[in-house]
């Protein structure tokens, strides 16, 4: 199972957060993760959230768009995530962007890359063992 990445495109206008986060809240569906990069127009919001279908039927008045993410698990100290970085550098695999949370694990922190050859990432990843999360 991979994990899915719900972008919703959102005119930067006060409010407009809280509509998709009260949408998803009536919905009963839990963000497990979320970033927000804005410009002076608009913003994206990138969520995982516990149920993808269900969130995106609730948001079906919003521009969104689905994608493929790898979520990797680390440990939550120094160099962690420098250690993941290397190999992608090693590897050549190009990272779009990415985000954080914390998976409610003690010591531990969960990576989000969206990957220019997420195929290619995940393998890399798979080959030198780290934990990819497939359940968020």
Aim: aromatic content about 6%; glycine content about 8%; proline content about 1%.
């Amino acid at each position: 199972m991979q994990i899915k990445q719900i972008s919703v495109f959102l005119e930067n206008n006060a409010g407009r957060l809280g509509e998709v986060t009260g949408v998803l809240a009536r919905a009963g569906i839990n963000i497990r993760a979320v970033s927000i990069a804005d410009t002076a127009d608009f913003g994206i919001l990138r969520l995982i959230v516990d149920d993808t279908q269900a969130a995106i039927k609730a948001l079906s008045g919003f521009t969104i768009r689905e994608s493929d993410v790898a979520a990797v698990e680390i440990q939550d100290t120094p160099g962690s995530l420098a250690q993941v970085m290397e190999l992608f550098q090693k590897s050549q695999v190009n990272i779009e962007y990415l985000y954080a949370s914390l998976s409610g694990k003690a010591g531990k922190a969960v990576v989000i890359f969206k990957l220019e050859d997420h195929e290619q990432g995940l393998h890399i990843l798979r080959e030198h063992g780290l934990s990819i999360v497939e359940v968020f």
